[in-house]
């Protein structure tokens, strides 16, 4: 049963450090997404990734969040320096083919909690 | 730009009682309409989607909706509910034609009750 990988699933760290997250998208699929979710905001897109390529990042705070792929099964999420609003769960999904039609498998978080 | 607005954010339900989540978009283009379902501390998942056909798209779980084009809706049904129907339920929507950022609904938690 393929499923999207997410590591850590749980993490506490204090404001001004580095927090890195990993995802492995199920083999074989090619596009890759980043969401952020929160009570207040509700399922947010950080990023989307095709073919390994990032193609729409107009989510992410771009000074203090990065989103890599250093190869087809794994994608990372940086926050440095890490604030406690950027406390969430933080999704990954992966998809094969059109993102506008193709289903999107979701990890099963990682809930960060920036103290 | 398209939305999506969810107006019930908890519906309670008795066990084995029919259900309807209202799911309600904005877009004067072709749409693409999914429900996607989240269980607590877990990812979403895939209920259903309309992508083009048939207005009635029939899912996992028992669950159907019905694309109405006229009252820009994509509301969520099941005849009979269960304990473990209990769950959060997101709408979401995008634009047909290339890459379009799938936008996600606020969300509707759907309570059953024993």
């Known amino acids: 049963d393929a499923r999207v990988t997410q590591t850590p699933r749980h993490k506490v760290t204090e404001m001004g450090q580095e927090v890195t997250m990993r995802c492995q998208p199920i083999l074989g699929h090619n596009t890759v997404f980043w969401y952020r979710q929160t009570m207040m905001q509700g399922l947010e897109l950080l990023a989307y990734f095709r073919n390994r390529a990032p193609l729409d990042d107009s989510g992410m705070p771009k000074d203090r969040f990065s989103a890599e792929m250093p190869d087809a099964t794994l994608a990372t999420l940086k926050i440095q320096p890490s604030e406690p609003r950027d406390s969430a769960v933080y999704f990954c999904?992966?998809?094969?083919?059109?993102?506008?039609?193709?289903?999107?498998?979701f990890g099963p978080g990682t809930r960060l909690t920036v103290l | 730009a398209q939305s999506v607005t969810q107006l019930d954010s908890q519906v309670p339900v008795f066990e084995e009682a029919p259900v309807e989540l209202r799911c309600n978009y904005s877009?004067?283009?072709?749409?693409?309409l999914f429900w996607y379902v989240q269980y607590p501390n877990q990812g979403l998942q895939l209920l259903l989607k309309?992508?083009?056909?048939?207005?009635l798209v029939k899912g996992i779980n028992g669950f159907e909706a019905e694309f109405n084009k006229s009252q820009t809706s994509f509301h969520l049904r099941k005849p009979s509910v269960h304990i473990s129907d209990t769950a959060e339920y997101f709408c979401a929507v995008t634009l047909g034609g290339g890459y379009q950022k799938v936008t996600f609904g606020t969300g509707t938690k759907l309570q059953v009750i024993p």
């Open positions: 877009s004067s283009v072709s749409v693409y």
């Open positions: 309309y992508l083009s056909g048939s207005t």
């Open positions: 999904a992966s998809g094969l083919g059109q993102p506008g039609t193709d289903t999107q498998y």
